[in-house]
């Protein structure tokens, strides 16, 4: 549910593919949700958990399908860039992988580490990234992917309405029409509210916030992803140019840069993409800068390079223990929901708690069996596709993790 209604297929293509309209389209706010993560790590302390929110916003059903129709033409024109500079296989976030995932990625850094030692492998993290991205170095390389000095004046309005945006926060949005976040469309409308309704409670009430800075694209809109690449387009040709020159291995997944040398070449590897990124405004987090010296084949390292979810230690290639611990995490928090569930059920037919039983069949199917994408389907593939027995390993005690939760429960009676 958004601010305007859903408009058929056939009348937002006409209006997305003429120009002129797009020239002079009038772009309605975003609504921002905020997704929260968590990540853990480990240390000599124990498991620390960091929560990471970032804010996620959904564009009018008339702008979505603007942003989307001019996303697949920029892609054409940049695909093609990137066949022409050899760069097809350096960048691999946000394109269509022919059916491959972040797990192929990870295995092709993995396999070339193994067959290329020794080595160091460097593995950036770049802040921010959508919240920095520099608006008149964005207008710069859009245009130049356009084969032109300025951008065309529909190119102009859709540059305008993402660097300029106005935006207003999901919860304050609903709060105020009191519609339900769990169940929107409850309420029994087809949009969230009238344009008056809009400037009388939100705009007079001072919810719409404008981006005030020269920089900064909305993360999450269909064509936020596409810009991003283009961003970084030069970048890419630079690094990926010198690092191959010296023998190694580049590629970038969105803010993660990864850069594979020989030994000697790892100070001036660290220098080149560090300058360069500040080149184009941009920063790197140096604290999570992960430098990993590959020795001779055969040899592990005690600290594990991490790239793309997966980890490897020159000799076992597993998930991080970040996304295990979460698993199991939620598979106990899935026990907890579930008893509260049962504990009603047992207040409702006068029983004690533990005269009614847990419901294992939606528990089984998101916590022990290979589901429609869960945690336990994805870690089978990417077993199966690193050829690694090891990542089976981490989720086999899924089931007697499962049972003791319950027990657990069934005890605190």
Known sequence: ?????????????????????????????????????????????????????????????????????????????????????????????????????????????????????????????????????????????????????ALPADHYSIYRSLTRHAKVDQVVLYALFGISRHAPKASGRKRICSPEQFRKLVVEGGYLKLNPDAKGIPQGTPISATLSNIYMLEFDERVANQVHAWGGFYRRYCDDVLCVVPPHRAAAAKALIEALVTEIKLEVQKEKLEECAFGPPGTSIQKPLQYLGLTFNGQKILLRSGSVGRFYSRLRKGVRMADIARSKAAKNAGLAKTGVSIKRGKLNRAYTFTGHQNFVSYAHRAAKIAKSAAIAGQIARRWSALDRAIRTRDRSE
């Not at 797009?22 to 905020?34: E, G, R, T």
């Not at 860039?81 to 990625?105: D, I, K, P, Q």
């Open 1 to 149: 549910m958004h601010l305007d209604e859903r408009i058929p297929r056939e009348a937002l293509l006409k209006l997305v593919s003429t120009p002129a309209t797009v020239a002079k389209w009038q772009f309605l706010p975003l609504i921002v949700a905020s997704v929260t993560t968590k990540k853990v790590r480990r240390d000599a302390s124990g498991f620390q958990v960091k929560k990471k929110t970032r804010p996620i916003c959904y564009a009018s059903h008339r702008d979505a399908a603007l942003y989307a129709y001019y996303s697949e033409q920029l892609t054409k024109r940049y695909e093609a860039l990137l066949t022409a500079r050899g760069l097809g296989e350096a960048v691999t976030a946000f394109r269509s992988g022919a059916g491959r995932c972040n797990v192929h990625f990870a295995l092709d850094a993995f396999t070339w580490i193994e067959a290329h030692r020794p080595c160091t492998a460097l593995a950036y993290d770049i802040s921010g990234f959508f919240d920095a991205l520099d608006h008149q170095l964005l207008k710069k390389k859009w245009s130049e992917v356009l084969g032109g000095d």
